[in-house]
């Protein structure tokens, strides 16, 4: 079992839709979480952090359930500029260093 | 601005051919990374720098090596890059345990 699993789509819907990825994590141990956007042939980028109180930013609303070991991102009013792959991340700390461990990655496409 | 910069942003190398790609960074983070993501697949990590301190991951093969001659410039070098290396390369940098930021990349391709 990969240690970060998320469905990789694609999900291909409309504008203005709402639409929900889902991620699940394996290591009880992991600490930190994120969600990041990563557009055809770039680099990812950092969308928002993940706490356990949820956390919203403008259309996007992520959370976290520990017990569950389960992450979601919530897009709200899709827009085109969405169309992305988003990338679940999980640090787990080991010694002093923190590594990232990524997703593979849910590909969605916004259409008009 | 600050930013994590590599270079070439497209590399063509032949089979067997050494290549070393390069990264750099003006946000004077302590640590690095570099990264290894091939077509529809999840950023791989290679190795890190924590300050000087490499940190090499078990599975990452010996081919593949790592330099941090300063602060802010960070090198890899793949010293007989195969078929399967073939890959997008990113470099990312951060403030100890901290959010990492990621270059653009640079896309390797082997003939």
């Known amino acids: 079992r990969k240690e970060v699993e998320q469905d990789p789509g694609p999900f291909n819907v409309p504008e203005g839709a709402t639409v929900a990825f889902n991620c699940t994590y394996s290591?009880?141990?992991?600490?930190?979480f994120f969600w990041y956007r990563q557009d055809c042939r770039k680099e990812p980028k950092l969308l928002m952090s993940?706490?356990?109180s949820g956390n919203e930013d403008g259309r996007f609303t992520a959370q976290l359930n520990r017990a569950s070991q389960y992450i979601s991102l919530l897009i709200r009013d899709s827009k085109l500029s969405d169309s992305a792959t988003y990338l679940c991340v999980v640090i787990r700390y080991g010694g002093s260093q923190g590594n990232l461990i990524f997703g593979k990655g849910t590909k969605l496409s916004v259409k008009p | 601005d600050a930013m994590v910069i590599q270079n070439p942003r497209y590399q063509v190398t032949q089979f067997g051919k050494p290549v070393t790609l390069s990264c750099s960074q003006t946000?004077?983070?302590?640590?690095m990374y570099w990264y290894q993501q091939k077509s529809s697949q999840a950023p791989k990590l290679l190795f890190h720098?924590?300050?000087?301190?490499?940190?090499n991951e078990a599975d990452t093969p010996d081919n593949f090596q790592s330099r941090r001659p300063n602060t802010s410039f960070c090198f890899l070098d793949i010293r007989s890059p195969g078929l399967g290396d073939a890959a997008m390369y990113l470099c990312?940098?951060?403030?100890?345990?901290?959010?990492?930021?990621f270059g653009p990349g640079t896309r390797l391709l082997v003939l």
């Open positions: 990312a940098t951060s403030r100890d345990r901290g959010t990492q930021y």
């Open positions: 946000l004077n983070h302590n640590v």
């Open positions: 720098y924590y300050d000087k301190d490499f940190n």
């Open positions: 290591n009880s141990a992991s600490q930190s």
């Open positions: 993940v706490y356990s």
